[in-house]
T-cell receptor, first 114, second 111 residues
């Protein structure tokens, strides 16, 4: 149980375009979902926390207008990287919490912006 | 100062060795502590939670010292399959179970 999927697993896009990443909890309802970013040889950095039906809470230094998060249901959250630039190339990982203390990670999405 | 700091690594050890990783955290309000394992280009996976009294899971032993804000992980009888990056993780006070990750310590176990 407690499986989280992400789609796509990897994406290459051109600078200036937008990319949407989906995060789904497959066998439980996720009251809260988290989005992380990891640059090579660095730690996972929490970008934002989203709760179903409400606005996401962004960490300091993360541009909310650039990284749009929508948590429309208890099983789906999306992250849209708008007007992507090469410096946005990174490994984006979501996690989902069932409210009971467990936090389950998706397999990640590798974004490359050319 | 980073919220969670770890040994820089990498640690290169032979099979069968015992290796210890250390971690310190800066937020005294942190409530929960974990060690995660991350393989190259994969998502992190929970290795074990860390409890105040210390806890053991097979070859892995975790210790927590709240007064010193220090966490450790000991791996005994290292296996080749233990090669990975070990992430020290603490939650941030706030009620939403926000996890703050250390930069990780890379372990390479060789034959």
């Amino acid at each position: 149980g407690a499986v989280v999927s992400q789609h796509p697993s990897r994406v290459i896009c051109k600078s200036g375009t937008s990319v949407k990443i989906e995060c789904r909890s497959l066998d439980f309802q996720a009251t809260t979902m988290f989005w992380y970013r990891q640059f090579p040889k660095q730690s996972l950095m929490l970008m934002a926390t989203s709760n179903e039906g409400s606005k996401a809470t962004y960490e300091q230094g993360v541009e909310k207008d650039k990284f749009l998060i929508n948590h429309a249901s208890l099983t789906l959250s999306t992250l849209t990287v708008t007007s992507a630039h090469p410096e946005d190339s990174s490994f984006y990982i979501c996690s989902a919490s069932d409210g009971g203390g467990g936090q389950y990670f998706g397999p990640g999405t590798r974004l490359t912006v050319t | 100062r980073k919220e969670v700091e770890q040994d820089p690594g990498p640690f290169n050890v032979p099979e069968g060795a015992t290796v210890a990783f250390n971690c310190t955290y800066s937020n005294s309000a942190s409530q929960s502590f974990f060690w995660y394992r991350q393989d190259c280009r994969k998502e992190p996976k929970l290795l074990m939670s860390v409890y105040s009294s210390g806890n053991e899971d097979g070859r892995f032993t975790a210790q927590l010292n709240r007064a010193s804000q220090y966490i450790s992980l000991l791996i005994r009888d290292s296996k080749l399959s233990d090669s990975a990056t070990y992430l020290c993780v603490v939650n941030r006070d706030g009620g939403y179970n926000k996890l703050i990750f250390g930069a990780g310590t890379r372990l390479a176990v060789h034959p």
